[in-house]
């Protein structure tokens, strides 16, 4: 890297760091002379006829996409691989057309589950929770929740279907799902390249996670100066973050050990 390479992008931090600065400046000058007002309280009910249950409308939509793309992706690729028709298109490519769509097929399972056990927290919880809501009865509360039960038998369904498809493309990297295990497992079987693979992504996800962590304390923190104090997500939030970095220095100790 040369020196006004260096310049240019020391710049350049220097002027999002003014822009930053002026920001603040404005956003404080106009919460403090009262021009800006803030409420109360942030409530997002996100209601049409009930409290949140556009919410949970919103929820139940994006289920209902990923189930069908799971679906049709898992009807649409033969149930066990043809060497000779299931060809890579390309010399660079090392996955036939039918494994790249089941990996897409996973990567749905995985967040479809994903979205199905947070509609049914949010379900059991409101649930729990009638009392405190007042527009919210409930008939619709059993409803939803009776909803989110089906969501959670549907994914788990779709994703047994798309791991025994999975071992059956890849029989030497099986997904066992009884394992106690699994993960673990399935890793062991990957070879040096893969497992590179793995280690890449983890490391990036632990970064990313870093960055988020900190993103929510500054956003908890601005929740509790602009509305109200708000203790346990940010307790939480700094529970997750140290056992975050502990297991990883802790998987740092054991491989300097090794």
């Known amino acids: ?24 400046a404005l956003v404080g000058f106009l919460t403090a002379s009262g021009l800006l007002n803030a409420p109360s309280d942030l ?10 249950d556009l919410l949970f409308g919103i929820l139940g939509f994006l289920f209902l996409m990923l189930a069908a793309w799971n679906t049709v992706i898992l009807t649409r690729m033969p149930t066990s691989p043809n060497l000779e028709e299931e060809l890579p298109s390309d010399a660079d490519s090392l996955d036939s057309p039918a494994e790249r769509s089941l990996g897409r097929a996973m990567i749905m399972s995985s967040f479809n589950v994903i979205l199905s056990f947070t509609w049914l927290a949010l379900s059991l919880s409101l649930f729990a929770s009638t009392q405190t809501v007042v527009n919210s ?11 989110s039960g089906i969501a959670i038998f549907t ?3 779709l994703q047994n ?14 997904l066992d799902i009884n394992a106690r295990n699994m993960h673990q497992e399935h890793f062991n079987k990957l070879d040096e390249g893969e497992k590179w693979i793995v ?5 990036r996800s632990f970064r990313a996670m870093n960055v988020l962590l900190s993103i929510g304390m ?5 929740y509790s100066i602009f509305f109200s104090f708000a203790a346990f997500p940010i307790v939480v939030l700094s529970a997750i973050w140290v056992i975050l970095i502990g297991i ?11």
């Not at 500054?218 to 601005?222: E, H, K, T």
């Not at 990883?248 to 090794?258: L, P, T």
């Open 155 to 157: 994914v788990v369904l």
């Open 43 to 52: 409530n997002w009910k996100l209601s049409v006829y009930y409290d949140y």
């Open 218 to 222: 500054i956003f908890m923190v601005l």
């Open 199 to 203: 280690y890449r992504a983890a490391y």
């Open 137 to 147: 009865p409930e008939t619709f509360n059993l409803i939803n929740l009776i909803a």
């Open 248 to 258: 990883y220095y802790r998987e740092v100790y054991r491989a300097s050990k090794s």
């Open 1 to 24: 890297m040369t020196n006004s390479t260096a310049t240019v992008k020391s710049r350049h931090r220097w002027l999002r760091l003014l822009m930053y600065m002026a920001g603040g």
């Open 161 to 174: 279907i798309t791991i025994k498809r999975y071992n059956t493309y890849f029989p030497d990297r099986t």
